[in-house]
């Protein structure tokens, strides 16, 4: 089975987008059976150009990347969701819809990146890409479709403190 990971942030146009770009990159180079998927409450309608540009220079391909709302993986023909990452402070504190099928949920907050001056925004977003990575192959280190609901809950805030 499929574990489904949505990213949620605000706008779907930064953090989510190059959490969604490391998880499915590691995921497919360690052989996981992980599909990550990133959404916003309300979605900017564009990728940041130094999130697209922060990925690819990791050599991850960026093909198909769009902002999004998360309403989309509320329909009857979205993929069902096993884990929920919120990634900015924002979307943390929003009221999220219900998820069918009860997904876990945690917060692993990093800095907009956007938010520098732009002579530095290459550097933040490549920083931001690395923190993310980081956290994602922590996780990617366990037999995560073994693990139950209550240890992979555990797992997860474990990371979201380092």
């Not at 989309?72 to 884990?83: K, R, T």
């Not at 990093?110 to 996780?139: M, W």
């Amino acid at each position: 089975m499929t574990l489904n990971i949505l990213i949620l942030c605000t706008h779907n146009s930064a953090r989510s987008v190059l959490a969604e770009g490391m998880f499915n990159h590691w995921a497919g180079v360690l052989g996981k059976d992980i599909r990550a998927y990133s959404a916003g409450s309300t979605p900017s309608g564009r990728i940041n150009p130094h999130a697209l540009a922060a990925l690819q220079a990791a050599g991850i391909s960026t093909e198909g990347y769009r902002s999004k709302s998360w309403d989309e993986f509320l329909e009857d023909s979205a993929p069902e969701m096993h884990v929920v990452i919120t990634v900015c402070d924002n979307a943390a504190a929003e009221q999220c819809p219900y998820w069918p099928g009860d997904p876990i949920t945690v917060h692993w907050g990093y800095p907009d990146p956007s938010n520098v001056a732009e002579g530095e925004k290459a550097t933040a977003f490549d920083l931001t890409r690395q923190a993310i990575g980081y956290r994602v192959l922590q996780l990617l280190a366990y037999p995560l479709t073994e693990l139950d609901s209550a240890e992979l809950q555990a797992l997860l805030t474990r990371i979201s403190q380092n």
